[in-house]
Each structure stands twice: as structure tokens, then as C-alpha cells.
Nanobody, 123 residues
Framework: VQLQASGGGLVQAGGSLRLSCVAS????????IGWYRQAPGEPREGVSC????????YPSNSVKGRFTVSRDSAKNTVYLQMHNLEPDDTATYYC?????????????????WGKGTQVTVSS
């Protein structure tokens, strides 16, 4: 079982990126998928989450109104659309899947984790 986050890169402040989370060997549709980020020297932070029935949450107040999580069931992919990026958004972003279809803001309880993708926002 593998999860892979992709779509990161270097962007100027105010720019946008769309991250993708793709799974191999299982269907994401039945799992809650969370996005997390971690900057060097900082604790992991829950960014957003989407459950199998489309319920969404954004544990981080700093991303509300700027980030949107969604899923494309046909492509077995969950997206994190990020607009109006700020330097403080710079981090490695990870996606994770929860077998219990629950969102875990601190990441504990997530079943599978993918390799991260780096997002760097320049000022």
C-alpha cells in the first residue's frame, strides 16, 4: 500500500499550487484523507481532511479561506488546492489515510502515510 503526495514546488507569495494524493493498491474513496505539513523544527500540523462522504475540515485556522480539499473518486485522488500562499506555508506536505474514516487533526490515528512533497513560498 502506498500513498504519494505530489505537486509541490517553489512559488512566490500570493501564488497557487495544487497538491495531489494518489494511492496504489487501495481505493481512497472509503477512507478519510488528511493533509498535514511540517516545517523544519516545527511540530506536524493538520491542514485539512476529507471523509469518504465528502465532509471536510480545516484544523489550521491559517489556511481557512485559502486552501480547499477535494476528491476525484474516478481518479482515486485527493487534492489540496492552495491559493494566496504565504511564506509561512513553507513546509513538507503529507497526505495520510484513516481506515476509521475519521479526521485526526494531529495525525495520530491515521493508518497510512505517504511521502511528502515540498512546498516553498518565497516572499
Amino acid at each position: 500500500v502506498q500513498l504519494q503526495a505530489s505537486g509541490g514546488g517553489l512559488v512566490q507569495a500570493g501564488g497557487s499550487l495544487r497538491l495531489s494524493c494518489v494511492a496504489s493498491e487501495f481505493t481512497l474513496n472509503y477512507w478519510a484523507i488528511g493533509w498535514y505539513r511540517q516545517a523544519p523544527g516545527e511540530p506536524r500540523e493538520g491542514v485539512s481532511c476529507i471523509t469518504s462522504n465528502g465532509g471536510v475540515s480545516y484544523p489550521s485556522n491559517s489556511v481557512k479561506g485559502r486552501f480547499t480539499v477535494s476528491r476525484d473518486s474516478a481518479k482515486n485522488t485527493v487534492y489540496l488546492q492552495m491559493h494566496n500562499l504565504e511564506p509561512d506555508d513553507t513546509a513538507t506536505y503529507y497526505c495520510a489515510a484513516a481506515y476509521d474514516n475519521s479526521c485526526h487533526p494531529n495525525g495520530y490515528g491515521m493508518t497510512y502515510w505517504g511521502k511528502g512533497t515540498q512546498v516553498t513560498v518565497s516572499s
